[in-house]
C-alpha cells in the first residue's frame, strides 16, 4: 500500500510570510494527524482529525497555526505568519485503528529565517 | 499532563551488543507505542504494547502498565538500528511522545 505522502519536503521563508503543507493519508484511514518536531525534541501533538472533524487542536497555536481536511481525505496546515520558533519539521501520521499504529510521512522541514 | 522519561538519552553500542531502552510515565496511560526514527528522519513504528510482552525478530518489547514503564530490547545490534527511539503514550488515539533516546551503533 502507498505511504503518507507529505510536500514539500522542504521550505525555507522569512518570517513573517505564510506557508502551507499538504499531506495525503493511507486510504482508509479515517485518522490523521499533525505533528511538529523541533531539533532534538520528539514529536509533539497538534491536531488530530477523525475524518473531517477535529478531535483535539488543544495545542495548535491557533493565532496563527490553522488545519483543515475537507471531505476527511487530504489535509493541510498552515502558519499566517511565520515566526523563527516555527522552524522545524512537520509531520503527518494517519491510522486505520490505534491497534496497528500510526504511519508517519517523511514530512517537512520548515526553516523560517 | 503526563510525563514521561526515557533512558539513558544517548547509547552508543559495538554491532552485535545488545540493549535495553527504558521508557518510565508518571500516570497511568492505556496505550503506549515504540518508534524509530532513523537518521533520515522517518519515523517507523515498531510496536503497539499497552501492556505484555511481544517480539519483531531481533526486537521486543514489554509493558508493565501497573508499574508505569516499558521496555524496548535491541538483540544483536546492526548499524542500521541507529537512530532515535521514542516512545509515545496517550489515551484513545492521541500519543505523546517522550524526548527520545538516540542510539548509534558501531561497526
Known amino acids: 500500500e502507498a505511504g503518507v505522502a507529505q510536500s514539500p519536503r522542504y521550505k525555507i521563508i522569512e518570517k513573517r510570510q505564510s506557508v502551507a503543507f499538504w499531506c495525503n493519508p493511507i486510504s482508509g484511514h479515517a485518522t490523521l494527524y499533525w505533528y511538529q518536531q523541533i531539533l532534538g525534541q520528539g514529536p509533539k501533538l497538534l491536531i488530530q482529525?477523525?475524518?473531517?472533524?477535529?478531535?483535539?487542536d488543544s495545542q495548535l497555536p491557533k493565532d496563527r497555526f490553522s488545519a483543515e481536511r475537507l471531505k476527511g481525505v487530504d489535509s493541510t496546515l498552515k502558519i499566517q505568519p511565520a515566526k523563527l520558533e516555527d522552524s522545524a519539521v512537520y509531520l503527518c501520521a494517519s491510522s486505520y485503528d490505534i491497534v496497528y499504529g500510526y504511519t508517519f510521512g517523511s514530512g517537512t522541514r520548515l526553516t523560517v529565517v | 499532563g503526563i510525563q514521561v522519561e526515557q533512558s539513558p538519552p544517548d547509547l552508543i553500542l559495538q554491532e552485535g551488543a545488545n540493549s535495553t531502552l527504558r521508557c518510565n510515565f508518571s500516570?497511568?496511560?492505556?496505550?503506549l507505542q515504540w518508534f524509530h526514527q532513523n537518521p533520515w528522519g522517518q519515523l517507523i513504528n515498531l510496536f503497539y504494547?499497552?501492556?505484555g510482552t511481544k517480539q519483531n525478530g531481533r526486537l521486543s518489547a514489554t509493558t508493565v502498565a501497573t508499574e508505569r514503564y516499558s521496555l524496548l530490547y535491541i538483540s544483536s545490534s546492526q548499524t542500521t538500528d541507529s537512530g532515535v527511539y521514542f516512545c509515545a503514550f496517550g489515551t484513545g488515539n492521541q500519543f505523546y511522545f517522550g524526548t527520545g533516546t538516540s542510539l548509534t551503533v558501531i561497526p
Open positions: 500516570d497511568s496511560v492505556n496505550n
Open positions: 504494547i499497552p501492556s
Open positions: 482529525f477523525q475524518n473531517n472533524g477535529v478531535v483535539d
